[in-house]
């Protein structure tokens, strides 16, 4: 039987060292900022707002401030119970509607019915009236004055 052997045999067992040492490096990198010497351009129109805010003592927030659960909520187990409540909804809705539910059925009736609503049907216009009605406009349009 052979085994599989690594590529690199010496290299396999370094592997949690180099992820360790990596992570660290990373780590490290996000400890030092490098922002505490960036100088800003003391001719910028915000060059004083700049200084102020990043010189000045500031108030920050505590876990003291963070404000507490309101009581008016409804419990999640409610947002559960409605959630599933909507889809089964849904999936009756679906059932009810579903292509195999309905038919087509006295649909000569409805048409008839549909067409004595609408009321008379009007001709479809005769295929020189457009250009003779264009015509007409044409002739009777002044142009405008000339300036």
């Keep these: 039987m052979n085994a599989l052997r690594p ?11 180099l992820a360790i040492v990596a992570g660290c490096a990373v780590l ?58 909507l889809t089964a909804a849904g999936d009756n809705l679906m059932r009810a509607t579903a292509p195999e539910t309905w038919t087509l059925q006295a649909t000569e009736a409805f048409v008839e019915k549909a067409r004595r609503d609408a009321g008379p049907e009007i001709e479809p216009p005769k295929p020189g009236e457009a250009e003779a009605f264009a015509r007409e406009l044409r002739e009777r349009a002044t142009p405008p004055p000339p300036r």
């Excluded at 590529?7 to 592997?15: C, D, E, I, Q, R």
């Excluded at 490290?28 to 707002?49: H, Q």
């Excluded at 000045?56 to 009581?71: H, L, N, R, S, V």
């Design 7 to 17: 590529f690199f045999p010496k290299v396999a067992g370094l592997t949690r060292p």
């Design 28 to 85: 490290g990198a996000c400890v030092s900022t490098p922002f505490r010497e960036a100088v800003v351009d003391p001719k910028s129109a915000v060059a004083g707002d700049v200084e102020r805010l990043t010189r000045g003592e500031g108030q920050f927030p505590t876990f003291a401030d963070i404000p507490k659960t309101p009581e008016d909520v409804r419990p999640l187990v409610q947002y559960g119970l409605a959630a599933r409540g």
